[in-house]
Structure formats: structure tokens, C-alpha cells
């Protein structure tokens, strides 16, 4: 099918969805189709989202959504899931086969979920099996009350080494919020204070120090690229498992642009990722595993999650066999390129960048230089329709709720299409928007974090500028809905 008549298809099958959904609930129909409006209309620059195809789209809304099937495939707890084994086979195959992976499991929901999946695998493998076995127990069914306590305390007892949240760093990364900051004792490595870059060997030295079971690597708002080989040598010289979170950047894996020690797949014993990120998927989570884990790793449900989400699994596998085409690695070689012209459209214009730079898909923007905080900057941005999320810089003075940061992703607007030029654009818009903006004070006259006035005609300028980039790359081209 040539991408026409794909569009119509995809045109009459939303139509037609859309009009069965309007008859149940017209209002829930009417913001489906509001939204894709309002995608269509701003500058989405939000490193964590992107727009999936219509083909993994529409995957989603499908039977496989009404069935249970709790277990690993071919071994579940309930009959009729010879489909759910099917598509749950197809989406770890495309994984492996992409990432060059020994093991795939498709079935956690989200991020959060891969990463309490891998926590998990790991207590399991370094502490559970091995306690089991000294107390002559196959599985916890089989220890006495004291035992049973004896090991819950041992599993409840371990260390965790993860970025910083300021550095940027996961909450999942053992913080407090997060359940990872409860069930391990946890210690944090940070950046430099003077480069934001990461620091090998204070990294060595903390871990030398803390004598961590898990090294967790990855980020979420960190703009620079990881050596994971040295990550490894870290974690073996303190005979840590090395987990590596890609959920940012697994598209960037996917479409190798990241290779070599900038590939964690062949360097940690367990990877995690989401799918809707730069790779572009559903919304989902993935873990990928050496051997020696795949067995700790497949306990996942009923360990910690609930029936597999049979339609997402899907649509993941949808997801990852796109992924695994040429034009992936051309798509994501541009998201790096992209955001090389958009750091330097605002190093250009006199901006400050945390790191001076980029060499993955995030930019992050320090707006103090603007004097304003975060929250100032992401609500004077998104009055222009230009969308993005406010967040900490290392050290951040404002906190992590007002913070000094906007990050910025390049994965959504490359696959509209945009290119350098078209970034270098969308840093001259920001930064009229910027330095257009004013802090404002509180009903008490009092410096205020939040508020903020915005010059007068700039939004209305600078949507009308913006409007004739999103015209010229619309959002999924030739839909269109009636
Ligand atoms: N890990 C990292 C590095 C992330 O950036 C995120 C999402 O922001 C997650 C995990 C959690 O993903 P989810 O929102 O799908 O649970």
C-alpha cells in the first residue's frame, strides 16, 4: 500500500471508530478527536513523547484487550491464550533481534513496571534463590515463619547506586517517592559541578565505597551519551549488577546510533526500557536480559505485575518490527542531528545549555540566564503553543517543583519531519518568548516563582510563525477526519 492509501485507510478507520465510540459516549469521541487537533497545532518538544503510527495505533483497540492471560508464554493461568502466546512471542522476538539481546520480555506496562521487574529479578537472583537453597527450600511456600522472616529481612536489606535526580536521574533510580528509594538503602552519584558531565571515577569511588547489588545507569534528563563498558567495569570491580534504564534513549539503540560502549545491551546484565519514547511505540515497558537472568526476569507476573496487557504487547510488536526497518536509522540519526541545531540555535542567541550541548535527543535549557524559573518558562512556552516540561538543572536553587530547566526532546517534531533548519527556528521562536517574559509577583507584591507576564502580541507572533512550520510537516499526513 502506498503511504495514500495507507492515510485514507487509516482516514476511514478512525472515522468509522470514532462514530461507534460517539454513540456510547459522544463526548469522550469529540476529545479524541480535539486532541489530535491540538497535537496538530503545537510545537511538541517533550523529550519523553513522540507520535506513534496509525499501525500501532490502531493495534491497541482490539480484542486482545478482553483477555487475561497471567504466566509467560505457553505456561499461562488461564485457557484460550494460544493468540496472547502468539503475539507475546512476536514482540520479544523483534526485541531481541533489535537490540542483539540473549532474552526479551514484553510484558510490563510501563517504565516504572520494566524497572521493578529487573529490581525484582535481581533480589531473586542474587538473594532469594540462593537463600531457598541454603535453608533446603524450592520456594518460599516451603520456609517456616522464621525463616521466611529471616529472608524477607535479607531481600529488604540491599543497596542501590543510581544518577542523581537533579543530574538527571529517574525517580525509579532509587528515590524516596518511588518504591525503589524504600525497598533499597540508596546512594546517588551526580555530575560535575562545573562540566554537568558524569564523572567516571566518582562514580568507581561511590561504588568502591557503597558496595552497591545494583548500578543503576540511565537517565531521563541528562543531554550527553554513556560509556555503559565502563559502567560494567565499575560494577564488576564491586561485584554489582549493572542495570541500565534506556527508556529515553532506547530509539537511539534501536537505530544505532548509539554502538559500541554507547550500546548498554551487550555491556549490563539487565536493560530496561519503554516503548513510547523515541522508539516510538505504545505505551509499554520492555526489559531485556543477559541468559543467567531470563529466568528471574520471566517470573515478572505474577512477581510484580498483573495480567499482560494482551493489545499493547501488540502494538509493541508492531512498534518493534518498524523499528527494525532502514528507515528507523534514519530517523533516528536526524533526532541527534536535530538536537545538535537546536542547542546550537540557542548557544547561537546567547542561551546557556547545562553541559553546553547535546550528543543524544535532549536539550536542557537553563533559564535562569532569562530570569525566570522553570515553572515561568513552561507556561510563558506553552501561551506561544510551544509544549514542554520544566526541570531541575544539577544543584537547581528553585527545587525540583519550580526548578531552573526546561527540557527539550527532538523525537515528536523529527518524525513530523522537521529538520536542522526547522529546529533552528524553534529556538529563535523560544527564546523571543523568553526574553519577552517577565517575572511576576504575588497578590502581596512579593517575587512569585509561578506567575510571569508575557510581553503583549508575542504568543500570537510566535504561534503564527510556528503555525507555518507545522503546516509545512503536518502530523500524520493525508489523515483526515471527517
Ligand atoms: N525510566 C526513565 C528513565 C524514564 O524517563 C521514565 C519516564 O519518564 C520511566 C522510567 C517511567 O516510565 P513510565 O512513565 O512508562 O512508567
Known amino acids: 500500500m502506498n503511504d495514500e492509501t495507507l492515510a485514507k485507510t487509516a482516514s476511514s478507520a478512525y472515522d468509522a471508530a470514532l462514530e461507534v465510540i460517539a454513540t456510547v459516549e459522544p463526548r469522550i469521541a469529540a476529545a479524541t478527536r480535539q486532541e489530535l487537533a491540538d497535537q496538530r497545532a503545537s510545537l511538541k518538544l517533550i523529550a519523553s513523547e513522540n507520535y506513534a503510527s496509525p499501525a500501532v495505533l490502531l493495534t491497541m483497540g482490539t480484542w486482545f484487550s478482553d483477555k487475561y492471560a497471567e504466566g509467560t508464554i505457553g505456561h499461562r493461568f ?19 533481534e533489535l537490540f542483539g539481546a540473549p532474552y ?6 510501563s517504565g516504572i513496571d520494566a524497572n521493578l521487574v529487573a529490581y525484582w529479578s535481581i533480589l531473586a537472583h542474587h538473594i532469594e534463590t540462593p537463600g531457598l537453597a541454603k535453608l533446603g527450600a524450592k520456594n518460599v511456600n516451603e520456609l517456616s515463619e522464621a525463616d521466611w522472616e529471616s529472608l524477607r529481612a535479607e531481600l529488604g536489606n540491599q543497596r542501590l547506586l543510581g544518577m542523581s535526580l537533579d543530574a538527571g536521574g529517574h525517580l525509579t533510580h532509587g528515590f524516596r517517592p518511588n518504591i525503589s528509594g524504600k525497598m533499597f538503602h540508596q546512594q546517588q552519584y551526580g555530575t560535575d559541578p562545573d562540566t554537568g558531565l558524569l564523572d567516571y571515577d566518582v562514580v568507581r569511588a561511590k561504588a568502591r565505597e557503597f558496595k552497591p547489588l545494583v548500578l543503576v545507569a540511565g537517565y531521563s534528563a541528562y543531554p550527553r551519551r554513556i560509556d555503559f563498558a565502563r559502567m560494567r567495569e565499575i560494577a564488576d570491580e564491586v561485584g554489582a549488577t549493572l542495570m541500565v534504564d534506556m527508556a529515553h534513549f532506547a530509539g537511539l539503540v534501536a537505530g544505532k546510533v548509539f554502538t559500541g560502549n554507547e550500546d548498554p545491551v551487550p555491556h549490563a546484565h539487565v536493560v530496561t526500557t519503554t516503548t513510547h519514547k ?12 543477559q541468559e543467567e537472568f531470563a529466568a528471574d526476569v520471566d517470573r515478572g507476573c505474577p512477581m510484580v505485575l498483573g495480567g499482560p496487557l494482551s493489545h499493547v504487547m501488540a ?22 542531528d536535530n538536537a545538535k541545531s537546536l542547542a546550537e540555535g540557542f548557544l547561537s542567541r546567547g542561551a546557556t545549555l547545562v553541559t553546553g550541548g547535546t550528543d543524544n535527543h535532549i536539550v536542557l535549557l537553563d533559564v535562569s540566564s532569562f530570569g525566570l524559573t522553570g515553572r515561568q518558562a513552561e507556561s510563558a512556552l506553552l501561551d506561544a503553543g510551544v509544549v514542554t516540561n520544566r526541570n531541575s538543572v544539577p544543584a537547581d536553587p528553585n527545587g525540583a517543583w519550580y526548578t531552573s530547566g526546561i527540557r527539550l526532546g527532538t523525537p515528536a517534531l523529527t518524525t513530523r519531519g522537521f529538520g536542522a533548519t526547522e529546529f533552528d527556528k524553534v529556538a529563535e521562536l523560544m527564546v523571543q518568548v523568553l526574553s519577552n517574559t517577565q517575572p511576576g509577583t504575588t497578590s502581596a507584591g512579593a517575587p512569585s516563582k509561578a506567575s510571569y507576564q508575557l510581553a503583549d502580541g508575542v504568543a500570537d507572533r510566535v504561534k503564527a510563525e510556528s503555525a507555518e512550520l507545522l503546516d509545512a510537516h503536518p502530523l500524520y499526513p493525508g489523515l483526515d477526519l471527517a
Open 278 to 289: 523515541s522508539l516510538r511505540g505504545p505505551r509499554g515497558g520492555l526489559v531485556l536480559a
Open 78 to 96: 488461564y485457557a484460550g491464550c494460544q493468540n496472547v502466546d502468539t503475539v507475546e512471542s512476536v514482540a520479544a522476538e523483534h526485541a531481541r
Open 315 to 336: 502494538a509493541k510488536a508492531v512498534a518493534l518490527a518498524e523499528a527494525r526497518q532502514p528507515a528507523f536509522r534514519t530517523y533516528a540519526q536526524s533526532i541527534a
Open 104 to 109: 526479551a520480555y514484553a510484558q510490563p506496562h
